[in-house]
């Protein structure tokens, strides 16, 4: 299995919510609780931006862009990073990922679509 597998997005209306989950498996997250993780999209066309942090204490940031709009979350005893998006704009299209912050370059999944339509 990937380190990191993401998954919940889907083709919603504008204002629509999602929530996606990231789970982390594998030697390299055996402290996930101390891990450092986030959430990064890309739009077609667009490099790859992050989104949100979440610390091994529970601090966030947010990229301005979703501030107000999306709250990332972790389970720490499932190894699960959420991303909960609300008031979903046509803008927010892309392919989802999780990773760390900084991000791990072997550690980048495959990613989910989330897709807004106006």
């Known amino acids: 299995q990937a380190p990191l597998v993401e998954s919940g997005g889907d083709l919603v209306q504008a204002g629509g919510s999602l929530r996606l989950a990231c789970v982390a498996s594998?030697?390299?997250?055996?402290?996930?609780?101390?891990?450092?993780m986030a959430w990064y999209r890309q739009a077609p066309g667009n490099q790859r931006e992050w989104v949100a942090t979440?610390?091994?204490?529970?601090?966030?940031g947010y990229a301005d862009s979703v501030k107000g709009r999306f709250t990332i979350s972790r389970e720490n005893a499932k190894n699960t990073v959420h991303l909960q998006m609300n008031n979903l704009k046509p803008e927010d299209t892309a392919v989802y990922y999780c990773?760390?912050?900084?991000?791990?370059?072997?550690?980048w999944g495959q990613g989910t679509q989330v897709t807004v339509s106006s």
């Open positions: 990773n760390t912050r900084p991000p791990t370059r072997p550690l």
């Open positions: 979440i610390m091994g204490d529970g601090s966030t």
């Open positions: 594998g030697p390299i997250f055996r402290g996930f609780s101390r891990s450092i």
